[in-house]
């Protein structure tokens, strides 16, 4: 990622030029999980974190990513940027050795998320867990090295701390202590559940009417078990913030939860994953406390995963790069309304992606059409699922206009305000919509 690192440098060159009094800044710690929704209850296991970080900060109900999907949504968290500005991935980085520019201390899992029998880069070296119930846990390890890192830290030099725990992604593996939690629970049978998308997109067309009953079954443990990752998570905050509070840095210090996407379980006949412009995948949890902010304030202002950067840096008192495309919400968090922001609009875009093998048992898919299958040849993305949105927000209007760079020029409207879950497709009525939006795939 060619700017992943370039905030953190920010941070790390800044905290230690000694022309800067730095007993006067902050301490971050930010809490990144990873496809944790919060349309479909995604934040209701988090007890102690709504406690911890709620209770006494700020609540971001109209909290979006810009791109559903991780690893470009990371990378946008880290630079302020669109995805089509940063351009996640590149050779020269990954590998077990590379460490990216600024990290005094880095720790990352070696490949996608997982619970048991991983790797980790400790630092540029090659670190591998098994399957050990008590030492293995990945969240619980994290959370042990978060802890690790903390007893380094003081009062004088601040720290910039990012976690980003597996949970609730899949593999949908809990700790043993939590695995027979919520087992009563199923997942929300939203309005849009289990019922194909009339008038969709290419993808969502080719989704079943109705979802089997063997699926449903399949998405209620999928819900239960991604509720019970959560548990592991919820720990891990109350033992940061218990190490802050004995450490005597908890009131100088901002704490930041949020996810990196949203996620959909049964919507639209699609059985679990994200990747799609409707509301379930593209909001997601803020949570914010720390010097200065009110407690147990909610901000409906709408604030997106590019809006992070800016926001770390204005409260560590760093000028914020002008080739950012978001901006600070500092203004909302300590109550500046001179400086409320007038933006009511803003992107949402994503890039399909499909395999150029064939998926095993679903002969209707050609090579290259669509990526992984994962239950009963119900496909979550396609080279086809590639749109860029207008998401509108504000006292006035909410609604959601997209185009697809597909064959068909394919386009999707909703008022979200008359039809919260998106079931009816309004597109040809936003004619305006589409040469907007169009013109920004010629561009």
């Given at each position: 990622?060619?700017?992943?690192?370039?905030?953190?440098?920010?941070?790390?060159?800044?905290?230690?030029?000694?022309?800067?009094?730095?007993?006067?800044?902050?301490?971050f710690?930010?809490?990144?999980?990873?496809?944790?929704?919060?349309?479909?209850?995604?934040?209701?296991?988090?007890?102690?974190?709504?406690?911890?970080?709620?209770?006494?900060?700020?609540?971001?109900p109209?909290?979006?990513?810009?791109?559903?999907l991780?690893?470009?949504?990371?990378?946008?968290?880290?630079?302020?940027?669109?995805?089509?500005?940063?351009?996640?991935?590149?050779?020269?980085?990954?590998?077990?050795?590379h460490?990216?520019?600024?990290?005094?201390?880095?720790?990352?899992?070696?490949?996608?998320?997982?619970?048991?029998?991983?790797?980790?880069?400790?630092?540029?070296?090659?670190?591998?867990?098994?399957?050990?119930?008590?030492?293995?846990?990945?969240?619980?390890?994290?959370?042990?090295?978060?802890?690790?890192?903390?007893?380094?830290?003081?009062?004088?030099?601040?720290?910039f701390?990012?976690?980003?725990?597996?949970?609730?992604?899949?593999?949908?593996?809990?700790?043993?202590?939590?695995?027979?939690?919520?087992?009563?629970?199923?997942?929300?049978?939203?309005?849009?559940?289990?019922?194909?998308?009339?008038?969709?997109?290419?993808?969502?067309?080719?989704?079943?009417?109705?979802?089997?009953?063997?699926?449903?079954?399949?998405?209620?443990?999928?819900?239960?078990?991604?509720?019970?990752?959560?548990?592991?998570?919820?720990?891990?905050?109350?033992?940061?913030?218990?190490?802050?509070?004995?450490?005597?840095?908890?009131?100088?210090?901002?704490?930041?939860?949020?996810?990196?996407?949203?996620?959909?379980?049964?919507?639209?006949?699609?059985?679990?994953?994200?990747?799609?412009?409707?509301?379930?995948?593209?909001?997601?949890?803020?949570?914010?406390?720390?010097?200065?902010?009110?407690?147990?304030?909610?901000?409906?202002h709408?604030?997106?995963?590019?809006?992070?950067?800016?926001?770390?840096?204005?409260?560590?008192?760093?000028?914020?790069?002008?080739?950012?495309?978001?901006?600070?919400?500092?203004?909302?968090?300590?109550?500046?309304?001179e400086?409320?922001?007038?933006?009511?609009s803003?992107?949402?875009?994503?890039?399909?992606?499909?395999?150029?093998?064939?998926?095993?048992?679903?002969?209707?898919?050609?090579?290259?059409?669509?990526?992984?299958?994962?239950?009963?040849?119900?496909?979550?993305?396609?080279?086809?699922?590639?749109?860029?949105?207008?998401?509108?927000?504000?006292?006035?209007?909410n609604?959601?206009?997209?185009?697809?760079?597909?064959?068909?020029?394919?386009?999707?409207?909703?008022?979200?305000?008359?039809?919260?879950?998106?079931?009816?497709?309004?597109?040809?009525?936003?004619?305006?919509?589409?040469?907007?939006?169009?013109?920004?795939?010629?561009n």
């Amino acid at each position: 990622m060619k700017n992943f690192s370039l905030l953190i440098y920010y941070f790390f060159v800044f905290i230690l030029n000694k022309n800067f009094c730095l007993n006067h800044l902050p301490n971050f710690v930010v809490i990144l999980t990873d496809d944790q929704d919060v349309s479909l209850g995604g934040l209701t296991p988090l007890k102690k974190t709504y406690s911890i970080v709620k209770k006494h900060g700020a609540d971001f109900p109209n909290m979006f990513v810009t791109t559903p999907l991780c690893c470009p949504s990371r990378a946008s968290i880290l630079t302020g940027k669109y995805a089509h500005n940063h351009e996640y991935g590149g050779k020269g980085t990954g590998g077990v050795k590379h460490i990216p520019l600024g990290w005094d201390k880095w720790i990352g899992l070696v490949g996608n998320s997982c619970y048991y029998n991983y790797s980790l880069s400790v630092d540029g070296k090659l670190v591998k867990h098994g399957s050990n119930p008590e030492k293995d846990y990945l969240t619980n390890v994290i959370v042990d090295h978060a802890l690790d890192f903390l007893s380094l830290q003081n009062q004088t030099v601040p720290f910039f701390m990012f976690l980003s725990p597996p949970a609730p992604h899949a593999p949908f593996e809990p700790f043993s202590a939590y695995k027979n939690r919520f087992s009563n629970i199923s997942a929300p049978r939203t309005p849009n559940f289990g019922i194909g998308g009339k008038r969709k997109h290419w993808l969502l067309r080719q989704a079943p009417k109705n979802l089997p009953q063997s699926v449903i079954e399949s998405v209620d443990d999928v819900f239960r078990n991604r509720w019970r990752t959560l548990l592991s998570v919820d720990d891990g905050v109350h033992e940061i913030y218990k190490k802050l509070k004995r450490m005597r840095l908890l009131e100088n210090t901002y704490i930041f939860f949020t996810s990196d996407n949203g996620f959909h379980l049964g919507q639209f006949s699609l059985p679990w994953d994200k990747r799609q412009l409707y509301e379930f995948d593209i909001r997601v949890p803020l949570l914010v406390r720390g010097p200065g902010i009110r407690k147990n304030i909610e901000i409906k202002h709408p604030v997106l995963n590019i809006d992070l950067a800016p926001t770390f840096l204005e409260l560590a008192n760093i000028p914020i790069p002008k080739d950012f495309d978001g901006e600070s919400f500092v203004p909302y968090l300590k109550n500046i309304k001179e400086r409320f922001s007038n933006r009511t609009s803003f992107i949402i875009e994503h890039q399909g992606e499909s395999t150029n093998k064939r998926i095993p048992g679903c002969p209707q898919y050609k090579p290259g059409e669509v990526h992984t299958c994962e239950i009963d040849c119900i496909c979550e993305d396609s080279w086809n699922n590639t749109y860029i949105c207008i998401r509108k927000l504000s006292k006035e209007e909410n609604f959601i206009s997209c185009i697809f760079n597909d064959k068909e020029n394919f386009g999707e409207a909703y008022n979200i305000t008359k039809d919260p879950f998106q079931m009816k497709n309004l597109f040809p009525s936003f004619e305006f919509a589409f040469y907007r939006v169009n013109s920004l795939f010629r561009n």
